[in-house]
């Protein structure tokens, strides 16, 4: 991409020096502009719909029974244990905005895609709207019970500083991430993920994304050791969660002294297959780790991941179905959330690889389908959701072709992306 922007830059240039007055028509911008217009109406609605509450929104209530499950899990109804969390009246699916608290995993998310907004549009009531959101967090800055706070403050926070930096919001992003080097052990070399469940010391492929605010706070204190951890925590995932075809396990659980405990999955189809979202995390951490350190391993990562999720989709839209090992049948759910953060991913990439107009142009493709009527929601309808169609936790029943807020954020920071590289400025479209 580099090389590509490079000569841009040049037949630019010498086109400039030639006075020749044949000019390339216009590119049509259209779908961007109404994305970003769409957008922007979807987060006002709901803005004005959740008022003062201190519940954020996350998603759309929904429910699914046993027979869908095992036949999407292949799995045998008689002895599949039922692990539905969430069993909603009949009437309620679908018609109820599912919000939850500033402690939830996903709090970061709606008050980052304000900021987002803001960042695309300029709208101060975008902004205003993002300070008061993000304001709601302010107690999680002492909660060390999980691995997400870097979910949580830096989409949120994290933008905050970014966009409106103050004393007050470093102190705050600088905590959470003391919080977050709380929970790595350096005899196991990786940051625990839950406190929950049966594993002794899981370590989540999730927690990749977690590894961006250690990278800002070192940045913003000039503190080495944010980074160190981060990067001992990315180096011990690629050594462990990766199978030979360079897809990633979920969970990999680990014994005191290091040594692997058990390689699962918590929300894919089996412990074997190759989870939708769980790559998109992948091929962002590591396209992030490589940014941040130049170690070409994370890069050669990052490319690694983004083959196979080129070769792997079995869609004509590139939307992945919620696990690329999930029945390839009318009735799969897909997931855009995994769109949106691999769509990011890749216009990231695009910027730091030698090939990266694959990258980009593969980027655009997830773009264009997220943007288009099956899947970026129509003004007024959704619950307030900007996309359609993504896919939670669906071997717990949870959040099954909905929206959710983090399909929301990254789609939002992939458009951002996205015109930074083109050049392009919302006022222009």
């Known amino acids: 991409m580099k090389k590509f922007l490079l000569l841009c830059c040049a037949v630019a240039t010498l086109h400039g020096l030639s006075g020749c007055s044949s000019s390339q028509p216009k590119e049509d911008d259209s779908w961007l502009k109404n994305a970003i217009d769409t957008s922007v109406q979807q987060l006002e609605k709901t803005v004005a719909d959740v008022g003062d509450s201190v519940l954020l929104p996350r998603s759309i ?25 969430i069993k909603p009246v009949k009437d309620a699916l679908g018609a109820r905005r599912y919000c939850a608290s500033v402690y939830d995993w996903t709090s970061g998310f709606f008050p980052g895609s304000l900021w987002y907004a803001y960042q695309l549009t300029g709208i101060e009531n975008l902004k205003n709207n993002a300070v008061k959101f993000t304001n709601y967090l302010h107690p999680v800055k002492d909660y060390k019970g999980t691995h997400d706070v870097g979910f949580m403050m830096n989409c949120s926070y994290g933008n905050a500083y970014r966009l409106a930096p103050a004393d007050s919001i470093r102190r705050i992003l600088v905590q959470a991430a003391d919080n977050l080097c709380n929970r790595f052990n350096p005899d196991i070399s990786s940051i625990r993920s839950w406190d929950f469940g049966k594993w002794n010391f899981p370590v989540i492929i999730d927690n990749m994304m977690n590894l961006d605010l250690l990278f800002y706070v070192s940045r913003l204190t000039n503190d080495a050791k944010y980074k160190e951890i981060a990067l001992k925590h990315a180096e011990t995932t690629l050594k462990n969660h990766f199978r ?46 490589y940014r941040e350190s130049g170690d070409t391993a994370f890069l050669q990562q990052a490319r690694n991941i983004a083959a196979l999720i080129m070769t792997r989709v ?101 458009l951002s992306r996205y015109m930074q590289v083109k050049g392009l400025d919302y006022k222009s479209l």
């Not at 209530?61 to 008689?78: I, S, V």
């Not at 692997?260 to 992030?288: M, V």
């Not at 897909?334 to 694959?358: F, H, K, M, N, Y």
């Open 244 to 289: 030979e075809d360079h897809s990633s396990h979920h969970v990999v659980s680990y014994n005191n002294d290091g040594s692997i405990e058990l390689k699962c999955t918590h929300q894919g189809k089996n412990d074997e297959s190759s989870w939708a979202r769980g790559q998109a995390w992948g091929i962002y951490g590591y396209t992030s780790c």
């Open 61 to 85: 209530w929904t429910g699914y029974d046993m027979d869908f499950l095992c036949r999407q899990l292949e799995r045998d109804p008689a002895t599949f244990k039922d692990s539905l969390r």
């Open 314 to 414: 079995k869609t004509g839209d590139a939307i992945p179905l919620w696990d690329y090992d999930a029945p390839d049948t009318p009735e799969t759910p897909r997931d855009a959330s995994a769109a949106a953060i691999t769509a990011s991913a890749l216009i990231e990439l695009s910027t730091l690889a030698e090939d990266g107009q694959v990258y980009f142009d593969y980027a655009e493709k997830l773009l264009k389908s997220l943007s288009s009527g099956a899947y970026l929601a129509k003004v007024g309808t959704n619950q307030g959701f900007i996309l359609m169609h993504s896919t939670g936790s669906l071997p717990n029943g949870s959040e099954i072709d909905t929206p959710v807020n983090y399909a929301d954020y990254y789609y939002l920071e992939a």
